[in-house]
């Protein structure tokens, strides 16, 4: 298997090289394609095997093994615990390598076979190697490997499907013009051998940690950027609140508040007086209500509004501004409003900073550091607390100073069915999945029993339901095909009743 492997992945190195004369190459990265290729088979390693929160000593041997390192357990279990890997970045990741692979499969006509499919296979395998390594599967890794895979291959076979119907606007530069039979080719792609590996060189010696700080966590300037999105106008963010499923009161509020920042800066320009309108606000309500979602939404708005210079957002807990020490919390609540400088600070479950009253909690101290920000710093500078109705209530009461400086409150109530329905609809179609009739009829009649029961279901967590829901989907299908003998395109993207039938929520 090692062989193999290593033989693959000279493969696609030597692929890289020759795809990056071509012209193809990661819009925005500032490394060879060929390194970045290594970055990003590195990045999944570490996201596969951190995903059971447990590094074990084969996966680092696997590697080392695989790319050429000498890295030390330690060195990698504190290189995690910094740079946790979130599914959606390594997402990203592998799919703009995987971009050049497709894009170089079209633009050869896939006449030696389709190495984007081969990319797909290694990782496939490599993957495995993790998690079947000792011979116990970890649910986590295995959850983990098969949502990004399938996210991976339904976005390949989605590109690839499109392109074959554009025969006269293709949505890829360098797409040729289409074959006769292009399902011929591209459904079935031949395997194309790797050529022989370069004997390694004896005076090469193995790389040391050092030498890998700017693979594994590289120069800011010198950085793979991820593909670069199209800047959203003003338009596109309010079309995208607006697009929300449910929340419509929240809608209204925000859509009100838009319109009066609007106006204001209308009155600015025209040089007429200003009146003082104060954006931070109170976002209450249940879990999983799109509390989050719409405050990044809203940094956004604020900054195309001129409100906010840089419109990023900052989310932080009780835990990113206390600290157990006299003095230390005011400082560390000091350096994360310097974060959020110029955009939105978003202060998620704040009522857990006055909930104790103790000698020894400093929660409030943090509290009042934060109300001497939002005053010193009112121009460049909005934060949102949030949390459950009646616990924001007891924090707004808790100190003379916080409702007079949040006195906007946004009330997101919980979602129906039909809404948590549309989310997850929402969901698979974004990933490009489509359920059949069946499986359509069990997840409404999943969402209309939960909604019903919600009071008794300790668990209930509104949009998060349907992400957790679609998450155990994708795990079912995943064991579905795994058993098929052959794989069509359609298998990948098509959701059955066998995939949601069993699947159940706490």
């Not at 009066?260 to 007429?272: A, D, F, P």
């Not at 400082?331 to 000698?359: P, Q, R, W």
Request: negative net charge; glycine residues 6%.
């Amino acid at each position: 298997m090692a062989r193999s492997r290593n033989d693959v992945l000279q493969y696609i190195y030597d692929l890289s090289n020759q795809y990056e004369r071509q012209g193809l190459q990661v819009k925005g990265a500032h490394m060879p394609l060929r390194d970045y290729a290594q970055f990003a088979i590195m990045k999944f390693m570490l996201y596969i095997a951190d995903s059971d929160r447990n590094i074990k000593d084969y996966e680092v041997d696997i590697i080392n093994d695989c790319l050429g390192f000498s890295l030390t357990k330690d060195y990698v279990v504190r290189f995690v615990e910094e740079h946790r890997i979130s599914a959606d970045a390594i997402f990203d990741t592998v799919l703009a390598l995987l971009t050049v692979f497709i894009n170089a499969d079209i633009q050869n006509d896939a006449a030696q076979g389709s190495t984007s499919l081969l990319l797909l296979d290694f990782l496939d395998e490599l993957g495995l190697e993790f998690i079947t390594h000792d011979g116990q599967y970890d649910d986590r890794q295995t959850k983990a490997m098969a949502t990004l895979m399938l996210r991976l291959k339904n976005y390949r076979a989605a590109y690839l499907r499109t392109w074959k119907k554009m025969k006269h606007a293709r949505i890829n530069p360098f797409a040729p013009p289409l074959p006769d039979n292009p399902e011929d080719r591209m459904e079935t792609p031949a395997y194309v051998p790797a050529p022989k590996k370069e004997e390694k060189k004896e005076d090469t010696p193995p790389a040391s940690n050092e030498q890998l700080e700017t693979v594994l966590d590289p120069d800011p300037e010198a950085a793979p950027a991820q593909p670069e999105e199209p800047e959203e106008s003003l338009e596109d963010l309010l079309a995208n609140l607006n697009g929300l499923v449910g929340l419509g009161k929240v809608k209204e509020d925000l859509n009100s508040l838009i319109n009066l920042l609007k106006v204001h800066k209308l009155r600015e320009e025209r040089g007429l007086p200003q009146a003082q309108v104060s954006l931070h606000m109170v976002f209450s309500g249940n879990p999983g209500t799109g509390k989050t979602t719409v405050a990044r939404l809203l940094s956004k708005i604020y900054m195309k509004l001129g409100v906010l210079s840089k419109g990023h957002l900052v989310e932080v807990d009780r835990s990113g501004l206390v600290s157990g020490y006299v003095g230390q919390t005011a400082m560390k609540t000091k350096k994360v409003v310097e974060s959020a400088m110029g955009g939105l600070l978003f202060i998620d479950e704040a009522y857990a900073l006055t909930a104790n009253t103790g000698s020894n909690d400093f929660g409030m101290e943090a509290v009042n550091t934060l109300l001497k920000a939002m005053e010193d710093n009112r121009s460049d500078l909005v934060v949102i607390v949030a949390g459950y109705t009646d616990l924001m209530e007891a924090f707004l009461d808790s100190n003379p100073g916080l409702r007079s400086r949040f006195n906007k409150q946004i009330l997101f109530e919980d979602y129906s069915a039909e809404e948590l329905v549309g989310i997850f609809n929402g969901i698979c179609s974004k990933s490009f999945f489509e359920l059949t009739d069946e499986a359509k009829e069990i997840v409404t009649r999943f969402f209309e029993d939960r909604v019903a029961r919600k009071e008794d279901l300790p668990g209930f967590a509104n949009g998060r339901d349907a992400r957790n829901f679609f998450e155990k989907t994708l795990t079912n299908q995943a064991n579905r095909i795994a058993t098929m003998v052959s794989v069509t395109d359609k298998d990948l993207v098509t959701i059955t009743k066998e995939d949601v039938e069993t699947v159940e929520l706490y």
